[in-house]
């Protein structure tokens, strides 16, 4: 399964991208845990862009489901980095900055790649769990039945 979207940079546009992700990944039998922490990272991602891209107009949301894992791109197409805030120790009551912590304790893998001009990109990779009622699993059953 492979999906694309591309949404205007306003809140309003994260409870689409949580009803299309999810719905996706529910009707593919992926466990409910599973789809929460997903669901959870890919609105952190998209919060952030929303709240700090440094552009106008869209942002995209990729994903696919694949080799049992879900891979999702979200990029802002903004103008990259601004300067780096002084160093302090994070707090872990705050309203802001815990997005990137949050996202790293829900997925396997967390990328970001940031360019100047070219906007930032967040990478989430995450290995799929499923129901056992999973369509996945009923069509691997044949599979490895009708190879036997």
Do not use: Y
């Not at 949404?7 to 009707?27: F, K, M, T, W, Y």
């Amino acid at each position: 399964m492979k999906f694309s979207l591309a949404l205007p940079r306003e809140a309003l546009s994260i409870p689409v991208i949580r009803r299309v992700l999810g719905d996706a990944l529910r009707a593919l039998g992926v466990s409910e845990d599973c789809v929460g922490d997903i669901l959870v990272a890919a609105s952190e991602a998209c919060t952030n862009v929303i709240q700090h891209a440094r552009a106008s107009g869209d942002f995209e949301v990729t994903g696919s489901v694949d080799d049992g894992a879900c891979r999702l791109r979200i990029e802002d197409g903004g103008r990259g980095p601004r300067k780096a805030p002084p160093l302090t120790e994070p707090d872990d009551l705050a309203e802001s900055g815990r997005g990137i912590r949050i996202m790293r304790a829900l997925v396997d893998e967390l990328s970001i790649d940031s360019a100047p001009e070219h906007g930032t990109v967040v990478h989430l990779h995450k290995r799929l769990t499923w129901r056992d009622e999973a369509l996945i699993r009923r069509l691997d059953g044949r599979l490895m039945h009708s190879a036997g």
